[in-house]
């Protein structure tokens, strides 16, 4: 840990580091501020720590906590992992002498703020990612309304700033809590678009993955969840697959829906035509041999994989949804098209394989919107200030 009285000690709590956009934002947060100025601690509530190495490279701090979380249902073991996390978190904040507390996601919110609150943190703040701001559950399920209580009663009286990643979210948040509109704070995120900028050989990667090179692939990155949609994109690939005999889908990410997901590739004979890529690191390499990116997602806060594929140049087909329409401007950066609708999807996709100028030009704007206003030390900036308080919200 570095030292020194300007040293300041920032501590980001999360549920947990598997690999997702708030984790992956995470990793990059550690790698762009300043060391010389600020620590960064982050804590895990429950066991997956998949990116924890490559936080700790980044020069953060990781401490995972290791919990197993148990259903609301199990009221004795829920007890002890909330009381369990919240003893934890609070050492942390004295034992480093944490000045500010953020906290990402769901249980960490409660655990984190709570934590950060009581034991005198100076700023406590807490991010807010997806425009899903409850769980799916049926409307008026007592969970859910418990949730929207608790949730306004700390966001009133214990959170300093809550930050929005989109408008939407922002928006979304305003309406759902009661929330005054001065403690909401949109903070964009953002990406290392130098990362993403760097000159590759698409065949030599192709002849590294073993991929074909007369194969034309499509490719999408997220978890493997509902509001992302992939399923409409397999939809989607069956339409173009009676066109297009050497099109290919590579699907990166992991989630509950893998299962799921194979089986209706499965059942639309797509089974030789899908890749299941699982979670990877190695994104620029996969948007480098991929010819478009797809996001078929039906919500989004502001996806890192979709200013990912901007900065590395792709042409991109995604839904027409807040905010996914916030970053892409329909016919200049890429095509919008509506969502849960897989023939909207194959069409928007035809259009771009069969006029790959069009597509180039897309890309080519693309990135440049993404170099321009999506740089992750922007993000940083804005963070900083409200991790000091400097700044009106």
């Given at each position: 840990m570095l030292e020194g009285s300007q040293v300041e000690t920032?501590?980001?709590?999360?549920?947990?580091?598997?690999?997702?956009?708030?984790?992956?934002?995470?990793?990059?947060?550690?790698?762009?501020?300043?060391?010389?100025?600020?620590?960064?601690?982050?804590?895990?509530?429950?066991?997956?720590?998949?990116?924890?190495?490559?936080?700790?490279?980044?020069?953060?701090?990781?401490?995972?906590?290791?919990?197993?979380?148990?259903?609301?249902?199990?009221?004795?073991?829920?007890?002890?992992?909330?009381l369990g996390g919240l003893r934890d978190v609070r050492r942390i904040c004295r034992d480093r002498n944490v000045t500010a507390i953020q906290c990402h996601l769901s249980d960490s919110e409660f655990i984190g703020i709570v934590a950060g609150a009581t034991c005198g943190v100076r700023r406590v703040i807490t991010t807010v990612h997806y425009p899903e701001l409850l769980p799916s559950r049926r409307l008026g399920e007592w969970r859910n309304r418990l949730r929207i209580l608790v949730t306004r009663l700390l966001y009133r009286h214990w959170v300093d700033v809550v930050v929005a990643v989109s408008a939407d979210v922002g928006q979304k948040l305003e309406e759902l809590f009661v929330l005054d509109s001065a403690k909401i704070r949109v903070v964009v995120n953002g990406i290392d678009v130098g990362a993403f900028e760097v000159e590759r050989d698409p065949e030599a990667l192709r002849a590294t993955m073993g991929l074909s090179s007369d194969d034309r692939f499509l490719i999408?990155?997220?978890?493997?969840?509902?509001?992302?949609?992939?399923?409409f994109l397999l939809s989607a690939l069956a339409i173009l697959a009676r066109k297009h005999k050497n099109l290919k889908l590579l699907l990166v990410g992991d989630g509950d829906l893998r299962e799921s997901l194979q089986a209706l590739t499965s059942r639309l004979s797509l089974t030789s035509r899908v890749i299941f890529a699982g979670s990877r690191e190695d994104i620029a390499n996969l948007l480098t041999v991929a010819e478009l990116f797809v996001l078929p997602s039906v919500?989004?806060?502001?996806?890192?994989?979709?200013?990912?594929?901007?900065?590395?140049?792709?042409?991109?087909?995604?839904?027409?949804?807040?905010?996914?329409?916030?970053?892409?401007?329909?016919?200049?950066?890429?095509l919008l098209v509506p969502p849960a609708d897989a023939g909207a999807l194959a069409e928007?996709?035809?259009?771009?394989?069969?006029?790959?100028?069009?597509?180039?030009?897309?890309?080519?704007?693309?990135h440049a919107i993404a170099s321009a206003r999506y740089d992750i030390r922007e993000t940083v900036r804005e963070l900083e200030q409200l991790w000091r308080g400097g700044c009106s919200v």
């Open positions: 920032i501590l980001h709590v999360i549920d947990q580091l598997e690999y997702g956009g708030a984790q992956r934002l995470l990793a990059l947060l550690a790698k762009f501020t300043s060391k010389a100025s600020r620590h960064i601690v982050v804590c895990a509530l429950q066991q997956d720590l998949a990116l924890g190495e490559r936080i700790e490279k980044e020069g953060a701090e990781v401490i995972g906590l290791g919990r197993s979380r148990p259903s609301i249902y199990r009221p004795l073991q829920f007890l002890a992992y909330v999408t990155v997220g978890r493997l969840a509902a509001p992302k949609g992939q399923a919500s989004e806060g502001t996806s890192l994989a979709l200013l990912e594929a901007m900065a590395s140049g792709k042409p991109v087909v995604a839904t027409d949804i807040p905010g996914n329409r916030s970053v892409i401007e329909h016919g200049k950066s890429g928007a996709i035809e259009t771009l394989l069969e006029d790959p100028d069009r597509a180039k030009a897309l890309g080519r704007n693309a």
